[in-house]
């Protein structure tokens, strides 16, 4: 039995306070994620492999019945066009949703089905993003700022990375003269 609980999130940092494991994504995880792999590689040495995203999971078994919860902070780059974003998974179950709450900045939430329908649902502060069962997901920063966004799901929905690591999504999203453009990925199958 868990006690009642509260955290504290910072809407403008996107920091959880107690939360002793911070997830975070440098470009060197990103390595598979971009259509654009030399210039990936290019700025990881210029740059000594900048921080991508930051995750902070409040701590809870991941088991039916929880309600997992945590923040995102994706910071504000680019590989090349391709605007810095979160690798994007499947749930495990297939069949658990998640819900994102947009905190600071602008972003993109990508979605994508099994045989590659991708939709894309801009999200700002207090945007309520509802990812239904069955897509993947994947959240991107478009603009010059912190993208930071709130995000809960079932707690034995699990993360599937493996297929969106293979292939990617469909479509990916680029930068096109300041304007966030869906272009088809040439990596797809
Ligand atoms: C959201 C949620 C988390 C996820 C995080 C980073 O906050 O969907 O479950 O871990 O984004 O995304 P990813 O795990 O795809 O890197
Ligand atoms: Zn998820």
Redesign the pocket.
């Known amino acids: 039995m868990i006690e009642p609980f509260a955290t504290q999130v910072n809407f403008g940092t996107g920091v959880i306070d107690s939360v002793p494991h911070i997830?975070t994504?440098r470009l060197s995880d990103m390595r598979r994620m971009y259509a654009d792999p030399h210039t990936l590689e290019a700025q990881i040495a210029a740059h000594g492999d900048p921080l991508v995203?930051e995750?902070y999971?409040v701590e809870l078994p991941e088991e039916a019945g929880q309600i997992?919860h945590?923040?995102?902070i994706i910071y504000p780059g680019r590989v090349n066009d391709e605007y810095y974003m979160?690798?994007?998974?499947f749930h495990s179950k297939r069949d658990c949703g998640?819900v994102?709450l947009g905190l600071s900045g602008t972003g993109m939430l990508l979605l994508q089905l099994e045989d590659g329908t991708v939709r894309a649902v801009p999200m700002t502060p207090g945007t309520s993003a509802y990812?239904p069962p069955y897509w993947a997901?994947?959240?991107v920063n478009t603009g010059n700022e912190p993208f930071i966004?709130?995000?809960a799901?079932p707690g034995d929905a699990g993360?599937d990375?493996g297929t969106?690591e293979q292939t990617g999504f469909a479509q990916l999203l680029v930068d096109r003269g300041g304007v966030p453009t869906l272009v088809p990925n040439p990596r797809y199958p």
């Open positions: 997830i994504r995203y995750v999971p997992l945590c923040t995102t979160t690798k994007g998974h998640e994102y990812v997901h994947r959240t966004f709130f995000a799901w993360h990375y969106i």
